[in-house]
């Protein structure tokens, strides 16, 4: 005869109603580590994404992505004639706000030479950029679909494909058009500065052919170390490992946000902790009587604790669960990508375990303190 | 003048019972004697603050005497101390309680009330089921044995609570305000039955009653003023 078990069915309403509330704490508590590790994914996805074994960026920079970095983009064929690479290629990134139907879309723009390394590698709709220019692959959580026109700066892209999980560590969906398109993206002047320049007798202005990096991707015997020594011989270029890279982005742009997401986390965490003791203690105190009477008929400790302890337990699991279920509907609707690991889970049932157990102290304390007398008596 | 030769189930013998000390000392029992027979049903009556609960409750081992002796079921188990570790398994063992609304808990219907006792004193489940409906029917509320407390009536859930007191068979039932929350009625229903009980498993009662209309259910009622409690009145 569980008493647990059969006080918690016979106050079910109630119960059911106390894991809603603790569920929906959980679900938060789940979505803040899914927008956490979604923070890092993307911060890294953006990074992996052109599979470079090595990224030579401006010299005394950590670009592209944690600072701005220039270099001409003659810099390709150099590092494509260095021993131990494979293939090199030319990439800009910029972030652009474009009006799409009424709404305005922030785009973190890649600047890519179709046939060299950097371009979407998987499809998932459409084809990737077959013309020279005005054609664009962008990330699906841009809203965007095949065949769709954007217009970017002064020129109308046609969507050509779609890609999956593609962000920048700000959450910015990213689209893909060549560097030529990208380039002119990123200097060219609006209609009236351009008339100015023009009576100012500067001439028109030339877009610059410079871009933000260029990847390589290595023989399979080649050491990257190496190679990136080889690149910083140049003094005007700095040589980076993927490895590298990743760190940087981890270290320096999403630190940040990290760490206040992993201390909303553990305020979270002790919220729900406080929440389920003031449950656990609530639910003790209504049973005082109850305790005292089965202290009385002779109940031993390990009976009492065992009834408060389950129901703790049980509160957690099924606030666990239900909380589970419930981001699990919901998180492709967040604006921001949230990624739910099993281990995730798995550890927040750990935690989530040890807090109702430690909660359940309190209720504990009480119930163990209560005087058997007071049974008797009104 | 006759003597009792049944056996001696209760024995209190100079029992007393202090709160605070100094001026702040309050004597809620001085020197009390009090000895209850197998199959006795006996009533403590006494104005409020009297002692009545606080005596219910050192015979029950739930507080402690401040001096004296506490024998019960022939086994000395207070003597200036406990001399048993587990005092909730000495209540298990030998006493049964009937409290004055009946106390029954609320989650377990009404064999699961009786059969837990009996589960917490190591019958397997079976046993204790069986047990329990056994008792229900003897005390004829076995046809409610599925209802939950909340939905007896004042007399089935007395009944049940009775049971409960029962299952154990304890050979001291100790009762507090029985019938207060009964009419007359059933309160002469329930005595009865109490009586019928106390005889029929040689055990003994003592209630601690206000309530005038059952008093000549007793074979004896105790007086208790300021602490003190007279020699017994046989009705």
């Known amino acids: 005869m569980n008493l647990a078990y059969r006080d918690v069915r016979h106050n079910l309403f109630r119960f059911v109603l106390t894991c809603l509330g603790l569920s929906l704490l959980m679900a938060v508590v789940l979505a803040m580590i899914g927008i956490y590790n979604g923070l890092v994914a993307d911060a890294l996805n953006i990074v992996k994404a052109p599979k470079a074994d090595l990224w030579v960026v401006e010299a005394g920079t950590q670009g592209p992505f944690a600072e701005a970095s220039s270099i001409p983009s003659e810099t390709r064929n150099a590092i494509a004639r260095l021993h131990g690479v494979a293939a090199a290629g030319s990439l800009t990134y910029q972030t652009v706000e474009a009006p799409f139907r009424g709404d305005t879309l922030r785009l973190y ?86 008339r100015v320049q023009v009576a100012r007798d500067q001439g028109v202005f030339k877009t610059q052919d410079n871009v933000a990096a260029v990847i390589a991707k290595l023989e399979p015997d080649a050491d990257p170390q190496a190679v990136a020594q080889t690149v910083r011989q140049w003094k005007h270029l700095s040589a980076l490992t993927q490895g590298d890279q990743e760190s940087i982005l981890l270290l320096s742009v999403v630190d940040r946000a990290k760490r206040q997401i992993g201390l909303f986390l553990g305020i979270l965490l002790t919220v729900s902790a406080v929440v389920i003791a003031l449950i656990i203690y609530t639910m003790t105190m209504e049973k005082l009587k109850q305790i005292a009477t089965l202290k009385l008929i002779g109940a031993p400790d390990r009976t009492i604790v065992g009834l408060i302890v389950q129901q703790s337990v049980a509160l957690g699991a099924v606030g666990w669960s239900f909380g589970l279920v419930l981001i699990l509907l919901v998180k492709d609707y967040f604006p921001r990508r949230v990624v739910l690991e099993p281990i995730n889970a798995a550890a927040l049932a750990g935690i989530i375990l040890v807090v109702c157990i430690a909660a359940s102290g309190l209720g504990v304390r009480a119930a163990l303190k209560v005087d058997p007398a007071t049974a008797i008596g009104g | ?178 019938t207060a929350a009964l009419d007359s009625k059933r309160a002469g229903v329930v005595m009865d039955l109490l009586r019928k009980l106390a005889a029929e498993h040689d055990a003994c009662i003592i209630a601690v009653t206000h309530d005038e209309k059952i008093y000549d259910r007793f074979d004896k009622v105790f007086h208790l003023r300021d602490g003190q409690l007279d020699r017994g009145e046989a009705m």
């Not at chain 2, 219910?56 to 022939?74: E, Q, T, Y």
């Not at chain 2, 006792?117 to 079976?126: D, E, M, R």
């Not at chain 2, 009536?153 to 304890?170: D, F, H, K, M, Y």
């Open chain 1, 109 to 194: 723009v890649i600047g890519y030479e179709p046939g060299y390394p950097g371009g979407p590698e998987i499809i998932s709709e459409g084809r990737s950029i077959e013309k020279s220019h005005f054609e664009i692959v962008v990330d699906d959580k841009s809203g965007l679909k095949v065949g769709d026109v954007i217009r970017l700066g002064r020129n109308p892209f046609t969507v050509v494909g779609l890609v999956k999980d593609t962000m920048n560590s700000g959450g910015d969906p990213a689209v893909f058009i060549t560097l030529r398109d990208a380039q002119v993206l990123q200097t060219q002047l609006a209609p009236a500065a351009q």
């Open chain 2, 1 to 178: 003048m006759t003597v009792d030769t049944r056996r001696v189930i209760v024995n209190v013998a100079n029992v007393s019972k202090h709160y605070g000390e100094g001026d702040a000392r309050v004597d809620a029992l001085k020197s009390v004697d009090l000895s209850v027979h197998a199959g006795e049903v006996v009533a403590l009556l006494g104005p409020s603050g009297s002692g009545k609960t606080t005596l219910l409750n050192i015979i029950g081992c739930i507080i402690d005497p401040s001096a004296g002796k506490v024998i019960l079921d022939d086994e000395l188990v207070y003597d200036d101390r406990w001399l048993r570790g587990d005092l909730r398994k000495l209540r298990l063992d030998k006493i049964g309680f009937i409290f004055q609304f009946h106390n029954l808990l609320p989650f377990l219907n009404a064999q699961d009330n009786v059969a837990l006792v009996l589960k917490l004193a190591g019958k397997s489940s079976a046993e204790a089921q069986r047990r329990a409906l056994e008792l229900l029917d003897y005390l004829e509320v076995g046809h409610r044995k599925d209802a939950m407390p909340a939905l007896l009536s004042g007399g089935e859930a007395q009944r049940v609570a009775i049971a409960r007191a029962l299952a154990n068979s304890p050979r001291i039932i100790l009762a507090d305000e029985p």
